[in-house]
């Protein structure tokens, strides 16, 4: 395979950017050349030194860029290949890792390929009330075999490569023994009825000890393990419970306490704080997108399990000012067929990215989470990572305009209806609607941005279920209203290309509302972006 890889998942501004060509061309040279959205900004002319090519590109400065790597022999072109360069700023984009025995790093540097930046190690620990386990190998709660060695070790191996590594906990389950040596700690669901969760672990309450028993496990794995940070799971029940009191505990108001006592508590052990949480079913969202996180993470469940719901999930999270990450695990890979799979994954990410968020989807080594435990992925065939790498680092080229906060979504005022701001050729939809093209419209100032998903001959409009591929669409007019004159018209598409922003014509008339700029797109297969810079 001929590949272009970034060495690590995040580069610091000011660090030279590493990253690696493979090469199975017959070719000698390799003409690079680095983008910032439409921009180049460096370019050299290097020897290969097959089968693989360092690449040291000088430091950039903080945002996302595109690498392009022409392969040339005697002078002569052969091949493109590209990849993309994450540099900086905030936006967690976020994997995993659950194998925990003696192996090499090729894991690790399978999450840099695809610009991890934070590793979720899932299930690593002992007991869920005894992080740190007493002896170096044991199994897990769920019979998982690992490794204390191991873990440290793939931490080193993260922290090298860019990447914080988060514990995975839950914020209130513990082992049936825990349990019994402190029944005063756990939540009820009547009169000596302990709550459970799949007859393993047993609901602990959060305002009780437990807390602080939990927040002294934090440290211990900060300490003995080397860990950055933990990601704080919940299930996403139970909303109400009893304490041993009888007493009802409202976890919508408790859990947004308990991550900032947590941050707290980290902070006062001269450990500074790195925390993921998850809300189940983007619940409590509104109540914990303040409290001081990493990110702010949903988990996603039916019944939002349509287009429409990603986008609304994210609107939620918005208050909090941070950067999203919507775990949205895409069962077609384990329920349907190869190209299906595919195709609905790469729907999925788009949407999620024209959003202004990030999915949690990927790990261990060219290996996808399908349902809700992490250890029974599915593992990508080749065809499959090849693409599914090409929209991640498409969304890393372009993260100046897709996660840019101030490019504020105006799809459910600005267009249909009479809605004059934007209108478009084919029927389209501003929700995901099947049989439709999905646009998604966001600006700021003089900018405008147009996200394309082509859903031509789509059935259904349900995120986690296999797909077509799509009727490709050709000449395709969207029509956009300006007070100013336009100055640059761009497209881009994961799909053809490498991703490189190809110049677009239009043609502006005047009417009684402003200018109205016609832009032409000669061919959409599947996702893709419009951007337009007036005056």
């Known amino acids: 395979m001929t590949e272009l890889v970034t060495c690590k998942g995040r580069t610091l501004p000011g660090e030279p950017v590493g990253m690696l060509l493979r090469c199975e061309e017959a070719a000698d040279t390799a003409e690079i ?128 490569r860019g990447m914080k590594s988060m514990a995975y906990t839950a914020v209130y389950a513990a082992c049936r023994a825990f349990w019994q040596q402190h029944p005063q700690w756990g939540l009820y669901a009547g009169t000596d009825k302990p709550m459970t969760f799949i007859d393993t672990f047993y609901y602990m309450d959060i305002e009780s000890p437990w807390r602080q028993h939990l927040f002294a496990q934090y440290v211990e794995a900060v300490q003995k393990v080397g860990f950055d940070g933990f990601h704080m799971d919940t299930y996403g029940e139970p909303k109400h419970a009893l304490n041993i009191a009888g007493e009802t505990r409202a976890l919508e108001d408790a859990l947004p306490a308990m991550i900032r006592d947590a941050d707290a508590a980290l902070r006062k052990a001269d450990i500074p704080p790195h925390l993921i949480f998850n809300n189940v079913g983007a619940w409590p969202v509104a109540a914990t997108c303040t409290a001081p996180q990493d990110a702010v993470y949903m988990e996603l469940w039916p019944p939002m399990d349509r287009y429409r719901h990603l986008k609304q999930a994210v609107m939620q999270a918005l208050p909090g000012g941070k950067p999203v ?165 761009w497209f881009a598409t994961p799909d053809a290309a490498g991703g490189e922003a190809i110049a677009l014509e239009w043609n502006t008339t005047q009417t009684d509302y402003g200018l109205n700029v016609e832009i032409r797109v000669p061919e959409l297969t599947q996702c893709g972006l419009v951007w337009l810079e007036c005056e």
């Open 325 to 489: 990450v919507l775990a949205a695990y895409p069962a077609p890979f384990r329920t349907d067929t190869p190209q299906r799979a595919l195709t609905s994954e790469l729907f999925l990410s788009f949407a999620i990215a024209l959003a202004g968020a990030t999915q949690l989807f990927i790990g261990e080594e060219e290996a996808v989470v399908t349902q809700g435990y992490y250890a029974d992925y599915a593992r990508l065939t080749p065809w499959q990572a090849e693409r599914i790498k090409a929209y991640q680092d498409f969304t890393v080229r372009y993260q100046d305009l897709l996660f840019d906060r101030d490019l504020m979504d105006v799809s459910m005022t600005h267009a249909q209806w009479d809605n004059r701001e934007y209108g478009c050729n084919v029927p389209y939809s501003l929700e995901g609607e099947p049989g439709k093209l999905w646009l998604t419209l966001r600006e700021r100032g003089n900018r405008k941005l147009i996200g394309l998903i082509n859903l031509c001959g789509v059935q259904d409009d349900c995120w986690n279920t296999g797909k077509e591929t799509p009727t490709p669409l050709a000449e395709v007019v969207l029509q956009v209203l300006v007070l100013r004159p336009v100055q640059k018209v």
């Open 33 to 160: 050349t680095v983008t910032l959205l439409a921009e180049p900004v460096w370019s050299v002319t290097l020897p290969l030194t097959p089968p693989e090519t360092a690449i040291s590109l000088p430091p950039l400065a903080q945002g996302g860029y595109g690498v392009t790597a022409r392969l040339m022999r005697g002078g002569e072109p052969v091949a493109t290949v590209t990849g993309a360069a994450n540099v900086g700023g905030d936006m967690v984009r976020y994997g995993f890792l659950c194998d925990f025995l003696p192996h090499d790093d090729s894991d690790v540097d399978c999450l840099a390929k695809y610009h991890i930046d934070h590793v979720q190690y899932y299930d690593w620990s002992y007991r869920h009330d005894t992080l740190v386990a007493p002896t170096e190998e044991f199994t897990d709660m769920m019979g998982k075999r690992n490794s204390l060695p191991v873990i440290r070790h793939k931490i080193a191996a993260c922290r090298a």
